[in-house]
């Protein structure tokens, strides 16, 4: 294992002398994509009428049990685009973030009718010392070598990954990297970059400030960016040279609401297969005969009774972290229960953070994706606490069974959202939290206003066909009339 992480270190060496962009403005020339044409295969869908194109998808972790994050957005669109493509999705074995131990067994597996491809990361991360290296780096004057790494400290560092994208990046029609960050994309993308598309995720935050990430953001054919937002901010910030870009973010499936109920539920962002009810035309009554066509059904009443929830719930789903604002949506969340508020915050996810012991505080775990459309249905309110987001599915998935949020207005996507929804109220500090969450919880008729007004934004902005459409485009322009990208990077 020491031999291979040498050898790529010497492949990295390489990469910094002839295929990145050079750093801090050295003009070194940049190896330009030489890549052969690949033919299109004929097949049709009853559905699309698209060439079926191979894609492969990199990302840092992948899995059923990753719930959130670039890598829930990642299946979400792969296991989508599976319907019509060859889909195959190269991956880590990491199941944790922290430490990128290898959890899943090496090769090829099925996951939700995707083939997925795993490789064994090389070491695992000491978090303490990363995130000392990380105070220093973004404080100090430091050399590319510094940057490299930090980025080698921060993982997953997955040598066989890079390896096999090297040895085969000419098998695929386009690859597809998912979020800036992590090694695998940084280094993976200058291997193909005139058939690559990244998809940032971005936000402002210290690490996209470093120089290496001046190469990611200049060398990929195609931008994916999840909002507009977003890609303002990263259109400022770097050199973007993309053939074709388009701001997508990712779909959420519409489903019929119940009958005789309030038009409360049209949708989830979930991924094909798996147990889940048919998708339909907002529009359309089921008539399958199920609970949830009862009039005595009532929004969330089965994870409310599972876990015992009384009252007002206010959600929150993901990880929770501090750095999700974990720490202080619990502070702000005090503050009003010391008021008089009678609410339960109810957090879905990985705990990856102690919690007080309050009588407010109801942790339901990690949840199944049934059960967390569920308790977004229980939930009167769902928090957006991050000040640091591309997207967020939590509150696109809230909009989307109609359930209104409150966000951290220092996240201007997710603010965003609330402004141009009309589904949802952000807050600055904490006494607008305690007087935001007060006027929700207070107003009924206010609550369903912007849960229809929700219901409304994501039909109209991400509905499936309209992220998918927008995939094809971007995928048909970079691969050209012929499906082959050969003669487009040459001034790189």
């Known amino acids: ?17 002839n295929v990145v962009i050079p750093f801090a403005g050295y003009d070194h020339p940049a190896r330009s994509c030489l890549v052969r044409d690949l033919a299109v295969q004929g097949r049709r869908t009853t559905v699309r009428t698209h060439a079926i194109v191979k894609i492969a998808f990199v990302v840092q972790r992948y899995g059923t049990e990753i719930l959130g994050g670039s890598e829930y957005h990642c299946r979400l669109i792969a296991e989508q685009l599976a319907a019509q493509h060859d889909v195959n999705v190269l991956t880590t074995c990491a199941q944790d973030y922290v430490t990128w131990k290898n959890a899943y067994p090496e090769g090829t597996d099925r996951v939700r009718g995707v ?19 990380s105070d220093w780096i973004f404080n100090n004057p430091h050399t590319r070598d510094d940057e490299m790494e930090w980025l080698r400290r921060q993982g997953p560092w997955c040598p066989a990954l890079l390896e096999h994208l090297e040895r085969h990046a ?20 200058a291997v193909a970059p005139g058939r690559s598309i990244l998809v940032p995720t971005a936000h402002d935050e210290p690490a996209i400030h470093l120089g290496l990430y001046r190469d990611v953001f200049s060398l990929p054919a195609g931008l994916a960016y999840n909002t507009a937002a977003e890609r303002a901010f990263l259109r400022s910030t770097f050199d973007i040279r ?65 876990h015992r929830l009384h009252g ?13 604002g974990c ?11 010391s008021g008089g508020g009678d609410a339960m915050l109810t957090l879905m996810g990985v705990k990856l953070m102690p919690l007080p012991e309050e009588s407010f505080i109801h942790f339901a775990g990690r949840l199944s994706e049934q059960e967390r459309l569920d308790a977004l249905e229980a939930a009167t309110v769902v928090v957006v606490p991050s000040p640091f987001e ?35 109220l952000y807050y600055g500090n904490q006494d607008e939290f305690v007087e935001c969450l007060k006027l929700l919880l207070a107003d009924t008729k206010l609550r369903a206003a912007m849960g229809r007004n929700g219901q409304s934004y994501v039909n109209h902005h991400y509905r499936w066909e309209i992220i998918l459409a927008k995939y094809e485009q971007l995928m048909s322009t970079i691969r050209g009339p012929a499906g082959s990208d050969g003669n487009r990077r040459g001034h790189r």
Not at 115 to 133: G, K, L
Not at 170 to 189: E, M, N, Q, R, W
Not at 312 to 324: A, C, T
């Open 390 to 424: 591309s997207l967020s599915l939590l509150a696109l998935e809230a909009f989307a069974v109609g359930t209104p949020i409150l966000a951290n207005g220092r996240s201007e996507v997710v603010a965003d959202h609330c402004r141009i929804s009309n589904a949802g």
């Open 115 to 133: 083939t997925v491809q795993r490789f064994a990361n090389a070491q695992t991360r000491d978090i303490e010392s990363f995130n000392r290296y």
């Open 242 to 306: 993309t053939v074709a870009e388009d701001t997508i973010g990712c779909g959420v499936d519409l489903l019929p609401p119940p009958m005789d109920d309030p038009p409360k539920r049209i949708g989830r962002s979930l991924p094909r297969g798996g147990n889940r009810r048919r998708a339909a035309n907002p529009s359309q009554k089921s008539t399958n005969g199920s609970e949830y066509d009862s009039p005595l059904h009532k929004r969330g009443a089965v994870f409310r009774r599972r």
């Open 1 to 17: 294992m020491q031999r291979c992480v040498s050898d790529w270190r010497n492949s990295l060496r390489v990469f910094r002398e």
């Open 327 to 337: 720490e202080e949506l619990i502070e702000c969340f005090s503050a009003y229960a």
């Open 312 to 324: 007002p719930v206010v959600l929150y789903g993901g990880r929770i972290e501090p750095g999700k």
């Open 170 to 189: 000419s098998s695929y029609d386009i690859l597809i990297f998912f979020t800036y960050l992590y090694a695998p994309t940084v280094l993976g993308i």
